[in-house]
Nanobody, 126 residues
């Protein structure tokens, strides 16, 4: 397992932006699939965006065109740039990782990931 630390959450108004950051404490960061999930109050955890060790990327439909996931191999960090935030984006956002494997792509299934951060809270309110 890998220690993950998220940062960048906060409270913003609708239409504003935030950038979440997750640092993975591993020397093999390039070999990991990384993902962002979120959990809103009273709701189940859901996938937001994933980026595979092969650099495949996918997004949940509700964030397409607004959020961008990327990874920085130099700093072992995965970023989530969130633009045009909406009140419905209010949630605790979690970073997750799993060791990548040949022939596979990053998945949006939470049970596939074996390392999780503690989460960072995002609140969007006017």
């Amino acid at each position: 397992q890998v220690r993950l630390e998220e940062s960048g959450g906060g409270e913003v108004r609708p239409g504003e932006s935030l950038r979440l950051s997750c640092t993975a404490f591993t020397r093999s960061f390039a070999l990991y699939d990384m993902a962002w999930f979120r959990q809103a109050p009273g709701k189940e955890r859901e996938s937001v965006a994933v980026i595979g060790w092969t650099h495949n990327i996918s997004y949940a439909d509700f964030v397409k065109g607004r959020f961008t996931i990327s990874r920085d191999l130099d700093t072992s960090t995965v970023l989530l740039q969130m633009n045009r935030l909406e009140p419905e984006d209010t949630a605790v956002y979690f970073c997750a990782s799993r060791r990548g494997a040949l022939g596979t792509s990053a998945t949006d299934q939470a049970e596939a990931y074996d390392s999780w951060g503690r989460g960072t809270r995002v609140t969007v309110a006017s």
